[in-house]
């Protein structure tokens, strides 16, 4: 169980660390917006697409159109944020490590808590330590 911990850790430790930062920008950005009221709350997605098409730029229907956040707008900011979390900002290759980054971590702590429990009572087994659940 243990090399399994160990390898999967190298492999999606970076997209993890990512998930969590991106993760932690966003509730940050948020907590922004929040605290700026209604008149911080920047233009809805429907009208940053309006305003995109007003200004003479087409997407195609099989593409996905974003416009890039605003300095001005935490609204923009926090959206933009969720897309890098999310992985989505990065087309269907991102999406699918984030959800593999997702079970990842899922499997960590699951397979955390195993190791804990052997390693629990291979120490409760032996008379000469005492049998706290931290040592």
Known sequence: MRTYHRWLSVLFG????????TGLL?????????????AGVGPTAAA????VKAAGFV????????VK?????ASAWVSYLHHLHAGEEFGLTGTILS???GFALLFFAISGLYMY?????R??????????IFW
């Open 69 to 73: 956040p605003d300095p001005d707008s």
């Open 14 to 21: 970076i997209f993890i660390l990512w998930i969590a930062g």
């Open 117 to 121: 429990v052997v390693m629990f009572r």
């Open 48 to 51: 940053q697409m309006a305003a």
């Open 99 to 101: 959800i593999a980054s």
């Open 26 to 38: 966003s509730h940050a950005a948020a907590l922004v917006r929040d605290s700026q009221g209604p």
């Open 123 to 132: 120490r409760a087994r032996r008379a000469s330590h005492p049998q706290r």
């Open 59 to 66: 997407c195609p229907e099989t593409m996905t159109c974003r």
